[in-house]
T-cell receptor, first 114, second 112 residues
């Protein structure tokens, strides 16, 4: 298996532009997680899905952020409009079940908003 | 609420030195505990885990014991290598909030 695949690996955009991050989870995994990593705040859980349904989005910072999972093999995280403080590494992870199980992480998307 | 506290980094060691990275947690119930490792430019990978008190997780020479009495899950390795240089994250699965909660991470630098 290729693991969790994220695209793009790097994204540089101007403030105010829309940004879409993409994730393909490991086949057969029923949970998908979006995390944000910054020096100041560490690793934060933004949202997670179970069987394509959003379960907990309490970590989404504000309405500018939205996430979808239209099917079991694809998810997007969208920021509109983007701001410089959104600059971070965004990770997608997937797992089989949630309790006591290993979460498999993608390589992340490094987002820079200028 | 549920939380994980790790020692501040960076931790700098010489090759073959003994490693300890401290991790303590606050949680209701009996959480499962994990150590993840992040190598430069990559995502996190599970290093080891323990699901109940007194369990010892081990992998690649690393060990951690789930100590309920001290609410700790310290990571140890007897002899580190340069290739162990990475950021190490302690985490717990919180039943109360049904999510995996990570500590802030500890950077380890191993010098030849």
């Amino acid at each position: 298996d290729a693991g969790v695949i994220q695209s793009p690996r790097h994204e540089v955009t101007e403030m105010g532009q829309e940004v879409t991050l993409r994730c393909k989870p490991i086949s057969g995994h029923d949970y998908l997680f979006w995390y944000r990593q910054t020096m100041m705040r560490g690793l934060e859980l933004l949202i997670y899905f179970n069987n394509n349904v959003p379960i907990d989005d309490s970590g989404m910072p504000e309405d500018r952020f939205s996430a979808k999972m239209p099917n079991a093999s694809f998810s997007t995280l969208k920021i509109q409009p983007s701001e410089p403080r959104d600059s971070a590494v965004y990770f997608c992870a997937s797992s089989v079940g949630a309790i006591n199980t290993e979460a498999f992480f993608g390589q992340g998307t490094r987002l820079t908003v200028v | 609420g549920d939380s994980v506290t790790q020692m501040e980094g960076p931790v700098t060691l010489s090759e073959e030195a003994f490693l300890t990275i401290n991790c303590t947690y606050t949680a209701t119930g009996y959480p499962s505990l994990f150590w993840y490792v992040q190598y430069p430019g990559e995502g996190l990978q599970l290093l080891l885990k323990a699901t109940k008190a007194d369990d010892k997780g081990s992998n690649k020479g690393f060990e951690a014991t789930y100590r309920k009495e001290t609410t700790s899950f310290h990571l140890e390795k007897g002899s580190v290598q340069v290739s162990d240089s990475a950021v190490y994250f302690c985490a717990l699965w919180a039943d109360s909030s049904y999510k995996l909660i990570f500590g802030s991470g500890t950077r380890l630098l191993v010098r030849p």
